[in-house]
C-alpha cells in the first residue's frame, strides 16, 4: 500500500539512478503509475491521488513545502483531487498529533495552488467537517475511524444538525426521527459520535 509513497519520500527512496534524488526524479515513477491508469480510466469520471504531505521528520524528508510541489506534479498529471494524509513513510516520524492535524497541509495545497483536496485525520465532530468546508480548507473531507465506530455515522450527524433531506432505509426512520427531536431540545445526537 505504501510502494509509491516510498518512492516520493527521500528517507525510503535512497536510490542513485532516474528514479532517486530530487523530487523531480522520485516522482518519476508515482507520475508513471499514475500515467497509466489515468490512461485507461474513463475519462468523465473523477480520479484521485493520496500523498503523504510530511514525513514527521523535520528537515530530512517531504515537508509541507514539498507536498505543495508533489500535488501540482499530480494535477499536471491529471489528478482531479488530491486526498491529503501525512506520514506512515518512516519508523523515526513524530507526529503532532491533534484535532484535525492533518487539515493544515490540504488548506496549504488548496490554497497555495488551487488544487481540489480531500481532508483527513483525527476528524470525527460534524463540526470539524463543517467548519473545514466553510473554511475552504478542503473540498472534501474523509472519516475513517468515525464510520468503524459507527456506521451510520452521516446520518446521526444530518439528523442532529436538522437536515431533513438524507434518505435513511426505512426501518430506520423512527431513530432518525427521535435523533431530530434530542436535537430541537438542544440534547444533539443523543449519543456520542
Not at 484521485?48 to 513545502?65: F, K, L
Not at 467548519?131 to 442532529?160: E, F, K, Q
Not at 426501518?171 to 456520542?192: C, M, T, V, W
Amino acid at each position: 500500500g505504501y510502494l509509491i509513497s516510498s518512492f516520493i519520500s527521500p528517507l525510503s527512496n535512497i536510490r542513485t539512478d532516474d528514479y532517486g534524488g530530487s523530487l523531480e526524479n522520485r516522482l518519476r515513477y508515482p507520475l508513471e503509475v499514475f500515467g497509466a491508469m489515468r490512461a485507461v480510466w474513463p475519462a468523465e469520471k473523477p480520479m484521485s491521488v493520496r500523498i503523504s504531505a510530511t514525513d514527521w521528520t523535520g528537515d530530512n524528508g517531504v515537508d509541507g513545502s514539498e507536498a505543495v510541489e508533489i500535488a501540482e506534479a499530480f494535477r499536471i498529471a491529471g489528478v482531479d483531487i488530491v486526498d491529503v494524509s501525512a506520514g506512515q513513510t518512516s519508523i523515526e516520524a513524530r507526529p503532532v498529533y491533534g484535532r484535525m492535524f492533518q487539515t493544515p497541509f490540504s488548506d496549504r495545497i488548496r490554497n497555495e495552488r488551487n488544487i481540489p483536496t480531500m481532508a483527513v485525520g483525527n476528524i470525527y465532530e460534524p463540526d470539524h467537517v463543517n467548519s473545514i468546508l466553510m473554511a475552504g480548507r478542503a473540498d472534501l473531507v474523509c472519516l475513517a475511524r468515525p464510520h468503524l465506530a459507527n456506521p451510520y455515522w452521516t446520518l446521526h450527524a444530518a439528523a442532529a444538525l436538522g437536515d431533513e433531506a438524507a434518505a435513511w432505509p426505512d426501518p430506520y426512520l423512527p431513530g432518525r426521527d427521535q435523533l431530530q427531536r434530542l436535537s430541537e431540545r438542544g440534547e444533539g445526537f443523543g449519543i456520542r459520535v
